[in-house]
């Protein structure tokens, strides 16, 4: 198994590690001090450690943080937010999209919202879209959700409601 599989709570075997016990010798590599101050609740250790030979270019070592409400660079997070629609990882990119605007994930979280778990994401990016115009405002889109729920993706529903609701407060369509 890969230790460096991400899991949907935003934990893999070797942030797990890192949080708790060690038996498999995963963190060989990590500088215990670091991990000490990891425990301790340090951002700016998660950001090292993330950075070293053992973290650097993993999203585990994104997720584990945002998921503690730590610190976390937005282009860090940006960056978790593709491998989540990549991964299939619906309840960690809600939580990404806490700190990150995912307009133009928009379409792809619509896409697979006939799970629930991606349309909760839906609804966290129609909710970041509140004060501009957003990207997917657009006759072509409003068009495409209306052919899906004559199709019978019900979920698409959702989009037309964020149309109506942006008609109703007069905004830029």
């Given at each position: ?14 942030t797990s590690?890192?949080?708790g016990?060690d ?7 990590l500088?215990?001090s ?6 301790r609740g ?29 610190a976390?660079?937005?282009?860090l997070?940006?960056?978790l937010?593709?491998?989540c ?16 605007d995912?307009q ?6 619509m896409e697979?919202?006939g ?6 994401a839906?609804?966290?990016i129609l909710?970041?879209?509140?004060w ?8 072509e ?10 199709q019978?993706?019900?979920q ?9 609701a942006r ?6 369509f």
């Open positions: 198994a890969d230790p460096r599989a991400l899991a949907d709570d935003g934990l893999s075997p070797f590690a890192i949080l016990e038996p498999c010798g995963l963190l060989d590599g500088d215990n670091l991990r000490a101050r990891i425990l340090d951002a700016f250790a998660w950001a090292e450690a993330g950075r070293s030979r053992a973290g650097a270019g993993h999203a585990d070592m994104v997720a584990a943080p945002l998921t503690r409400d730590l976390v660079p937005d282009e997070t940006q960056g937010l593709q491998y629609f990549r991964a299939d990882l619906p309840l960690l990119a809600v939580r990404a999209l806490g700190r990150v995912g133009n994930y928009l379409m792809a979280a697979r919202a799970d629930p778990q991606w349309l909760r839906a609804e966290k909710q970041q879209a509140r501009s115009k957003p990207v997917w405002c657009s006759g889109t409003l068009t495409y959700a209306v052919s899906q729920i004559r019978g993706r019900y698409f529903r959702l989009l037309l409601s964020a149309f109506l008609i109703r407060r007069n905004d830029d």
